[in-house]
């Protein structure tokens, strides 16, 4: 069974700061994804990795992956108090007949201090 | 391109009772996963339909159950619901299943 692990869950950064949310998964996968959900809203899609070696930035966020260790990492860079949400990565298991199944990671509940 | 949309976007049941939940996929996605949100067992995947037909399907009690239509629109249903059954219910999309998801902003379930 595919497990997807997080860590940390809880991250409490001063503005301006660096950091990273690490995702680990435990079998292959075709793709991995992270998202951000604020309080009460939907998912919203920030990075597809497809490959090893894969990176993406995007403002102040860049997400890595690296297939042979089976982990992603998304890092903040310069936080600001408008990335304060929580952020998930997904991943899209391998195997032949798992249609339209993505397995998450707990989730990371991000909160950024002035 | 419209978005993926699910009506309605709030409701309050009471236990026993049965509701149906509806998810329309963004335009030309035949591909439409479901999934439950509550605190305590994060996102789990409860199932996914393509062209009519049920592909996959998470591990969950028969009382959750869903169709698809042949616009690819979707309903779940949950009957004889239980006060566990409250969460944010999600539906996904994508143009075949194993491409990149869209989400809906989801229906907030409450049972008392």
């Known amino acids: 069974e595919l497990k997807v692990e997080q860590n940390p869950l809880f991250l409490s950064m001063q503005e301006g700061k660096n950091y990273t949310i690490y995702c680990n998964y435990s079998?292959?996968?075709?793709?991995l994804y992270w998202y951000r959900q604020d309080p009460g809203k939907s998912l919203e899609s920030l990075f597809v990795?497809?490959?090893?070696?894969a990176v993406k930035q995007e403002g102040r966020l860049m997400a890595s992956l690296d297939t042979k260790a089976r982990l992603s990492t998304l890092h903040i860079t310069a936080a600001v108090h408008d990335l304060s949400a929580t952020y998930f990565c997904?991943?899209?298991?391998?195997?032949?007949?798992?249609?339209?199944?993505?397995?998450f990671g707990q989730g990371t509940i991000l909160t950024v201090h002035p | 391109k419209a978005g993926v949309t699910q009506t309605p976007r709030y409701l309050i049941k009471t236990r026993g009772q049965q509701v149906t939940l509806s998810c329309s996929p963004i335009?030309?996605?035949?591909?439409v996963s479901w999934y439950q949100q509550t605190p305590g067992q994060g996102l789990q995947f409860l199932f996914e339909?393509?062209?009519?037909?049920?592909?996959n399907k998470g591990n969950f009690p028969g009382r959750f159950s869903g169709r698809q239509f042949s616009n690819s629109r979707s309903e779940m249903n949950v009957s004889t619901l239980e006060l566990g059954d409250s969460a944010l219910y999600l539906c996904?999309?994508?143009?075949?299943?194993?491409?990149?998801?869209?989400f809906g902003p989801g229906t907030r379930l409450t049972v008392t």
């Open positions: 996904a999309s994508s143009f075949e299943g194993k491409l990149e998801q869209y």
């Open positions: 079998t292959t996968s075709d793709r």
């Open positions: 990795l497809l490959s090893n070696g």
């Open positions: 997904a991943v899209d298991y391998a195997g032949g007949t798992s249609y339209g199944k993505l397995t």
């Open positions: 335009s030309g996605h035949r591909s």
């Open positions: 339909y393509f062209s009519e037909t049920q592909r």
